[in-house]
């Protein structure tokens, strides 16, 4: 999980997240960078996006491409990548993805961090994009670090909720243990499955991204990284679902219906 720096250019429009924040996923500019003003430039970048990736363009050049032709700054940029998808990708998705209601019984893996983030971010109104493949995802990021959040607590009570609810038979978290504070995470998602009595194992692994595609059993991966998607032998879009059920007060960009 990358994140991404603020060059002197992009500053007059945007500003790097503090060190100390509060809450996951909020941005200072975000009701500028993701106004209802930018909903028609951002469908057509990611469309001219999605067009040039199909056509075996590489990522950074294409999207300095298309950014500097509308205008986006550093953080749409990285918002755009996010959302866009070329077709192919999106149909193979599509092939391996399982809907919510076929998890009864089976055994989840958790891609950790991409989750719980996710979750923090929708809960602290972070903004939340609807994306060509179906799948909802944040513009948060960990830069080598993990830090608690105020929402971080609700989160894991709520995935343990909404897990227990679609009677998931076992949970497998995987945790990037690079990242600095992972152990510590890793700890409250004990915590918490020992307080909900959930059936939860949390692993800390180098690469948690090989791990998921590796698995050869009928285990269901949670995930929204596209990487993952692309290689995984199914999955479920645990996002989208959380938003229709239970985040229902999240900060929603669609630029793909304007």
Known sequence: MLGFKCSLAD???TQCMPNQQKHRGQHPQDHLLFADNWKVPFGKAAV??????ERGYAENSSVKIVGDRYRLNVRQRKALVRLCCHPGAIQKRLQTHLPPDLLKGRTVVIDGFNLIIFVESALSKGIILNCMD???RDIASVHGSYKRVVETGHALQLIGEVLNRL???AVHWYLDAPVSNSGRLRGFIRQEAEEQGLNWEVNLVADPDKDLVALEGDEVVVSSDGWILDQAKN?????AYLLQNDLTKAVIFDCLSS
């Open 11 to 13: 500053s007059a429009q």
């Open 48 to 53: 001219d996006l999605a067009y040039l990736w």
């Open 134 to 136: 179906g799948v909802y």
């Open 167 to 169: 009677e998931v038979a």
């Open 235 to 239: 999955w479920v879009n645990l996002n």
